[in-house]
């Protein structure tokens, strides 16, 4: 039995993700080099299915790039304030951001917020 936390399939998945979507952003710029290679002709946008396609993912590609890296953050930013606390699949990120954290366990009755110093908070 392997340990939750040791199971990084979401954030490699994650990181795959945002390398696909920046590989193709690369992508969508090669007809524009094409075009100013042979001075300014059409080459490909001459073609008005490729032109439709290919605003499309000049206009979504960016923003999901953006939109991933924001995601991982948050997840990333959700595992460190909660390190013990595994992820529940019918609990939404904004739950973990907004509810109260679950009860600490049972070998964290020493830690106490009195006597000053540094309180490591368990969840």
Known sequence: STDWRS???FFD???????LVDILVCATVLPIILSFLH????VWFVNPTFCTIWGGLWEVLPHLSVFLVG????SRTVVL???LCKPQPARSL????L???PPRPAHCSSCST???GLHVRYY
């Open 81 to 83: 304030l909660r390190p």
């Open 94 to 97: 904004p739950d973990y951001l």
């Open 39 to 42: 001075q300014r002709d059409g």
């Open 7 to 9: 199971n990084k399939s």
């Open 99 to 101: 509810l109260p954290p």
């Open 114 to 116: 009195g006597g000053g």
């Open 13 to 19: 998945l994650l990181y795959i993700l945002i390398a």
């Open 71 to 74: 995601f991982m953050s948050l």
